[in-house]
T-cell receptor, first 113, second 116 residues
Framework: DTAVSQTPKYLVTQMGNDKSIKCEQNLGHDTMYWYKQDSKKFLKIMFS???????INETVPNRFSPKSPDKAHLNLHINSLELGDSAVYFCASSLAATNEKLFFGSGTQLSVL | QQQVKQSPQSLIVQKGGISIINCAYE??????FPWYQQFPGKGPALLIA?????SEKKEGRFTISFNKSAKQFSLHIMDSQPGDSATYFC???????????????FGKGTHLIIQP
């Protein structure tokens, strides 16, 4: 069983569209994260939820909205997609909100045309 | 402002050799320093991590050396194998003292190639 699974693996869409990426973890972890990896492979934290509560909200456009229906799921909704949103988005989880021992999903490659 | 500087950007090592990747940080509040390994098409995976109260940590062929006064830490891969070819990221966080509030700050990555 995959510990952290995210769907879809690839997402190709037009500018201006709204899209969502789903993430689920079966590790029983309390904390989940969204990281963005740009074309130069630089990884940057976007959001973090601990027990369904937002604890990190980095300076990302408010077009990005995370939603955590329960502590095993953290979805990312993106409104009015722009060319610059093209990147790989990684979901991750950890036992607690200490940034230790993160387990990452395989990523969602988002391409905005 | 990049808080964790990683070098080199790319590295080629012969099979059996030692691979060394270096990182320097600026924020003295960081108290947790992990290294992640990423293969193409996959997410990063934790390799090894260290806290500033020790100067070295070894797990199998992987060793972290940590120099608190210089604010530097490095990853050594002994007896490097072709299967070690991947991108390696150092990172830092205020994990224990900051309640994880800032997330992991990553270096820019090192693309490591081990030649057979």
């Amino acid at each position: 069983d995959t510990a952290v699974s995210q769907t879809p693996k690839y997402l190709v869409t037009q500018m201006g569209n709204d899209k969502s990426i789903k993430c689920e973890q079966n590790l029983g972890h309390d904390t989940m994260y969204w990281y963005k990896q740009d074309s130069k492979k630089f990884l940057k934290i976007m959001f973090s939820y601990n027990n369904k509560e937002l604890i990190i909200n980095e300076t990302v456009p408010n077009r990005f909205s995370p939603k955590s229906p329960d502590k095993a799921h953290l979805n990312l909704h993106i409104n009015s997609l722009e060319l610059g949103d093209s990147a790989v988005y990684f979901c991750a989880s950890s036992l607690a909100a200490t940034n230790e021992k993160l387990f990452f999903g395989s990523g969602t490659q988002l391409s905005v045309l | 402002q990049q808080q964790v500087k990683q070098s080199p950007q790319s590295l080629i090592v012969q099979k059996g050799g030692i691979s060394i990747i270096n990182c320097a940080y600026e924020n003295t509040a960081f108290d947790y320093f992990p290294w992640y390994q990423q293969f193409p098409g996959k997410g990063p995976a934790l390799l090894i991590a260290i806290r500033p109260d020790v100067s070295e940590k070894k797990e199998g062929r992987f060793t972290i050396s940590f120099n608190k006064s210089a604010k530097q830490f490095s990853l050594h891969i002994m007896d490097s194998q072709p299967g070690d070819s991947a991108t390696y990221f150092c990172a830092a966080s205020k994990g224990l003292t900051g309640g994880g509030a800032d997330g992991l700050t990553f270096g820019k990555g090192t693309h490591l190639i081990i030649q057979p």
